[in-house]
T-cell receptor, first 115, second 111 residues
């Protein structure tokens, strides 16, 4: 299967600071990337969908000014959590899909802890 | 009604048995279905895709699709303790661009 990487794998930051998470497709061109959040023992929650070169489409209830998504190339998408608060602490996972493909591959996830 | 429904489990099977995981979906227009495995604390891993009615086999895994009854299943033969994980069923729904996931079934394979 295709490989998706994420960096960092975990991060601890102070309340009020911003954190950037990178998602890269390593062996394919990802025309569409997705960002999910997962709280302990809960389901995946889709936050936003981004197509390369376009603005991201956010799910209802997700603040687009707080969670900034950039999909500037076919292999890289970034999620920036701005002015992070303890309630933003979660497991953030990206996934990617190539052109004309239905299969979606997940990165290993980034565990964010806001103190 | 949720778009993709799974029994949350846990489903317990003895080592070496066949584990059967089921999923139903509500959108008759759905054409593509996927099974993901998620270990605790890890991200989901794609294990099977199925697009047409019938069975699709890959090693110890068999995915089954019945569009008339709107269900998808995953069979795991010769279950191993390492198969213990949460299995997520997913489908493209609503003619959209995104996958809809079920809440997952927790599988426990006991020695």
């Amino acid at each position: 299967g295709a490989v998706v990487s994420q960096h960092p794998s975990w991060v601890i930051c102070k309340s009020g600071t911003s954190v950037k998470i990178e998602c890269r497709s390593l062996d394919f061109q990802a025309t569409t990337m997705f960002w999910y959040r997962q709280f302990p023992k809960q389901s995946l929650m889709l936050m936003a969908t981004s197509n390369e070169g376009s603005k991201a489409t956010y799910e209802q209830g997700v603040e687009k000014d707080k969670f900034l998504i950039n999909h500037a190339s076919l292999t890289l998408s970034t999620l920036t959590v701005t002015s992070a608060h303890p309630e933003d602490s979660s497991f953030y996972i990206c996934s990617a899909r190539g052109h004309l493909s239905y299969e979606q591959y997940f990165g290993p996830g980034t565990r964010l802890t806001v103190t | 009604q949720k778009e993709v429904e799974q029994n949350s489990g846990p489903l317990s099977v003895p080592e070496g048995a066949i584990a059967s995981l089921n999923c139903t979906y509500s959108d008759r227009g759905s054409q593509s279905f996927f099974w993901y495995r998620q270990y605790s604390g890890k991200s989901p891993e794609l294990i099977m895709s199925i697009y047409s009615n019938g069975d699709q086999e890959d090693g110890r895994f068999t995915a089954q699709l019945n569009k008339a009854s709107q269900y998808v299943s995953l069979l795991i033969r010769d279950s191993q303790p390492s198969d213990s994980a949460t299995y997520l069923c997913a489908a493209f729904t609503g003619g959209g661009n995104k996958l809809t996931f079920g809440t997952g079934t927790q599988l426990k394979v006991e020695l």
